[in-house]
């Protein structure tokens, strides 16, 4: 086991897997030439992304510039991979990472020794991609959280399943 200084210690994660999702996705087209779709007619985008993989689950023209669009299967995602031009205009697409994965995290007292990067090699055969130790409030009085925060990417069936789990909150009324 190493003993690591919990307070500073830095997340530990794989590189980004070149493995197209099974099922729906998000992908981000950036135009190669610098620029954005912010001031480009909405209307001949959806017809120009309709007409390299059909009708996708969602298109937004993102603040930062890039397009970000939701796609319904494999197929589509692999056509916008593919592309290289939308109405002539030259334009890279890459997975959006972070959304197409899923986040939980972990508490054991037992994990406290462990290094982030020593947790991630154990987890990694289990499609665990990142682990960052949570922050506790207060280090020298309560001890090294024993909380980490994970991450994996999202299956087409896990993608399925967490569309049809209700949220719930709950609510306290006051009775006063």
């Known amino acids: 086991m190493t003993t690591t200084t919990h307070d500073t210690e830095a997340a530990a994660s794989l590189p980004p897997t070149a493995t197209t999702p099974e099922g729906p996705a998000f992908i981000l087209i950036k135009k190669t030439r610098g620029g954005n779709f912010l001031h480009t007619n909405p209307f001949s985008l959806r017809r120009a992304i309709d007409s390299i993989c059909g009708t996708v689950k969602s298109v937004k023209a993102l603040r930062t510039g890039p397009l970000l669009i939701e796609t319904f299967h494999r197929n589509q995602t692999d056509a916008l991979l593919a592309s290289t ?92």
Do not use: F, H, M, W
């Open 85 to 176: 031009s939308l109405k002539e205009t030259p334009v890279s697409a890459i997975l959006a990472d972070r959304l197409n994965a899923v986040e939980g995290s972990v508490r054991s007292d037992a994990l406290t020794e462990l290094s982030n990067a020593e947790l991630l090699e154990e987890l990694k055969d289990q499609g665990v991609c990142r682990v960052q130790r949570l922050r506790s409030r207060d280090v020298k009085t309560l001890g090294p959280n024993p909380t980490r925060g994970l991450s994996e990417p999202i299956t087409g069936e896990d993608y399925d399943r967490l569309r049809e789990r209700p949220v719930t909150r709950s609510v306290t009324k006051n009775t006063s």
